[in-house]
Each structure stands twice: as structure tokens, then as C-alpha cells.
């Protein structure tokens, strides 16, 4: 087998491979040219978040038995002893980056349960340390855990980067039978690592699922930000790519409302500053009103501040002004805190009282939220110091109230 041949090169005695995709648990043998290893696997039912570890055929001898903790702790229940040597090996106190939260968590399992975290028992160059990277950032987020006796039985740790298993593994386009590629189910589960490492082996980034969600429409219905991020700047996928019900990754954004959203929506407008915002989905759905429905504030501010089209109209007549919410809090708090006369609407109808205009009833445009009104509707007048606009100027009632009762 290819990964046998690959730690046959490399000199190893002992490797784990993550997020292996076969199912229930095993033992059996896999043999290079010139070297034997033994291959503990465990999976799942559902085949997900399996593991794998191959351990040298001299070495596997001692290993008494394997004890499966969860989906993500395998203890290996052995004693394995023997150097080979050709490694380098340096004692230092290493670790990459800054501990977080989880890091606390990895060190309070392994005291509790007598265990050393290896990896930083080895001084390392930088690349061996870090299993994820992204762009500016890096972190050491895989750990190999030994009872701590048996330490000083290890003489390295070495972490082989993803593309050598996705090579040998190969069908990196393979798909799930709701057309899913390996990108997708990644993008899911919010692991940016392995996203980057589908990109960087050519992964096909425009791949659609049987709903014609590409990995962007994934990535931000599930809110992952990193996943997000690596995409938008480690690929040239597709940013505006509409699925089945017409939404652009933004509108799914917005429909489904995540802590992450308005952040995820900054870094669009970062990324891409001529994002088209005011795109509408199958039922004419801005992303605003879609966010605005689903009461998200501060995806709607976000939203407001770049500038979006506040009085557009979805295909059933419903407008973040007429919707039906509990509370026209978030409406008042939005119309406050503009900056600058956002886009006009146009349509045949008054936006506010629905008269069709024609000969008699001409068109005109609150100037402050820029809806289309018939001149009843924009009959108060008032100057909007903010959008230097000193001379009285038409605004709605709701935004004669939003002018009156300002701080600004
Ligand atoms: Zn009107
Ligand atoms: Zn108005």
C-alpha cells in the first residue's frame, strides 16, 4: 500500500491517520517492499472521524491491546519500545502559538489520565509544528498523547502534512450520494485545516451538492468563519453561485441566522467590495430581508452599513417596512444609524400606500431611506444635516419620526 511505502521512506514506526473514512474497527497487516506494519483501525457506523494507526510489525508485537475511549481519544495500551535511529532528537519545552480554552482542556485529560503530550517533549522547526495553517495564521492542533513512564521510549513526533495521505488515498472528487464532495462535508463541519489541504491537492472548489450548494453556501449556513475565510482567499470559487432556491451565499447568510453571520458578511465586503448586496432570491429576497426576518441585528446593521437597498419588495409585497414583526425596534435603530442616502427603489407602485402611479400620481423618493412613494406618503419635509442636505428635503413619516427623535 502507498502509505505503507510512505512511512517505509520516512523511517517511521508509528503513525496515525485522522479522519480515515472506513467503517468498524480492525486489525490487519500492510506490507511495503521491505517493511512490515501492522494497522490498528477504528471507525464508526457512519464512517465519519474514523482512526487509523500503523504501528512497525517489531513493535506491534508488544501492543496488548487497544482501547477505544471515543470518536476522538484512542489509547494505545502498549509498550513500544526500540529507537530506530536517524532522527534528530533535541529535548526542548516546544509548543507552538498561544494556549486557548481547548488547549487547557488537552492538558487537563492528559494530567488526569497520566498522560505526556509528546509532540512537545521535541524541539521542531516551525512546519513540523503546525498541523494547521491559513494564510497568516498557525496553530499546533493534533497532539500525541503517551502514558507519561513511557516517554522517554519515544525519540521523535512528527506531524507529515495532509498532502501525502490525500495522494495516496487519491478520488479527492469522490462524492456522497447527495453529491457532497470531501469539500463540502469539510466546509460542514467547520474544519479550515482540511479545506485548505482539499485546495491546495486541486480539489474541484465548484462543486454543487443535489441542492446546487457550492462549499460557500455550506460554510455559511453552518456560520464557520475560518472555513470562510480560507475559501475566499486560498481559491477562486465561485462567490456568487446561486443554489436551488436561488441563494447566493450571502442570502443563506441571512437565512440562517448565526453569531458568525455579520462577520462572515464583513469579510465578503472586505474580500469583495463590489459583492452584489441587493441581489435577490427566487422570491425576491434581499439578504437584509432575509436577515431582517429572521430578527439577526447584527447582521442587518452590517448589512445597512456598507450601504445595501433598504425598500425592496420580495414577490409576496413584503418589505423590511411592512413585515409583520413584534417590534419596529431594529427598523428604527437601522434608519438611526445611516451614514449616507442609501440606494433608491424604483417600481409602479408607492411603496407605503401601494397607488399605482401614473399621470396624476407622480413618482417620488423618501430621501433618507430612498423608498419610492406617491407624494401623500412623502409629504413632511426636513433637512438631514447628516447626508448634508441643509435645505428641507421629503421623507416618510417614519423617518420624519426616526429625524425627530435622533441624537444626531
Ligand atoms: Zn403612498
Ligand atoms: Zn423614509
Known amino acids: 500500500m502507498e502509505i505503507a511505502e510512505m512511512l517505509e521512506r520516512r523511517r517511521i514506526d508509528i503513525c496515525c491517520l485522522q479522519e480515515t473514512r472506513w467503517k468498524s474497527n480492525g486489525v490487519c497487516h500492510v506490507n511495503s517492499d521491505k517493511e512490515k506494519y501492522k494497522l490498528f483501525w477504528n471507525g464508526q457506523k457512519t464512517a465519519k472521524n474514523g482512526f487509523g494507526v500503523f504501528v512497525r510489525e517489531l513493535l506491534a508485537q508488544e501492543v496488548l491491546g487497544i482501547k477505544r475511549i471515543n470518536s476522538r481519544l484512542i489509547e494505545l495500551n502498549g509498550h513500544v519500545g526500540e529507537k530506530t535511529d536517524g532522527f534528530d532528537n533535541v529535548h526542548g519545552g516546544f509548543g507552538y502559538g498561544k494556549r486557548n480554552e481547548d488547549g487547557n482542556r488537552i492538558f487537563e485529560f492528559a494530567e488526569s489520565h497520566g498522560f505526556c503530550l509528546l509532540n512537545i517533549y521535541f524541539r521542531k522547526r516551525l512546519e513540523h509544528l503546525i498541523t494547521y495553517k491559513s494564510g497568516p495564521s498557525a496553530t499546533q492542533i493534533d497532539f500525541f498523547a503517551v502514558k507519561q513512564p513511557h516517554r522517554r521510549l519515544f525519540k521523535n513526533v512528527k506531524v507529515i502534512p495532509g498532502e501525502s495521505c490525500i495522494l495516496a488515498g487519491a478520488h479527492i472528487n469522490d462524492v456522497t450520494s447527495h453529491k457532497q464532495t470531501a469539500l463540502h462535508l469539510a466546509c460542514l463541519h467547520g474544519h479550515s485545516h482540511i479545506v485548505s489541504i482539499l485546495i491546495g491537492n486541486n480539489i474541484n472548489v465548484n462543486a454543487i451538492d443535489d441542492t446546487l450548494n457550492n462549499a460557500l453556501h455550506v460554510a455559511c449556513q453552518y456560520g464557520h468563519l475560518d472555513v470562510v475565510k480560507v475559501l475566499l482567499t486560498q481559491s477562486d470559487i465561485n462567490i456568487a453561485s446561486r443554489n436551488s432556491k436561488g441563494y447566493n451565499p450571502l442570502h443563506v447568510l441571512g437565512h440562517h ?65 411592512n413585515a409583520p414583526v413584534a417590534t419596529k425596534q431594529l427598523l428604527f435603530k437601522m434608519l438611526d444609524m445611516l451614514k449616507k442616502e442609501p440606494p433608491w427603489t424604483d417600481g409602479e407602485n408607492c411603496l407605503q400606500c401601494d397607488v399605482k402611479f401614473g399621470l396624476t400620481t407622480r413618482k417620488h423618493h423618501c430621501r433618507h431611506c430612498g423608498r419610492l412613494l406617491c407624494s401623500r406618503c412623502s409629504a413632511k419635509e426636513v433637512p438631514i444635516i447628516k447626508f448634508e442636505l441643509t435645505k428641507p428635503v421629503r421623507v416618510c413619516d417614519l423617518c420624519f419620526d426616526v429625524l425627530s427623535l435622533s441624537s444626531h
Open 257 to 321: 441566522s448565526k453569531e458568525s453571520s455579520s462577520l462572515i458578511f464583513d469579510l465578503f465586503i472586505r474580500s469583495f467590495p463590489q459583492y452584489p448586496v441587493d441581489q435577490v432570491d427566487a422570491n425576491g429576497n434581499s439578504v437584509l430581508m432575509l436577515a431582517y426576518f429572521n430578527g439577526n441585528s447584527s447582521l442587518c446593521r452590517a448589512i445597512v452599513k456598507h450601504g445595501a437597498t433598504l425598500g425592496t419588495k420580495n414577490k409576496e409585497g413584503m418589505s423590511i417596512f
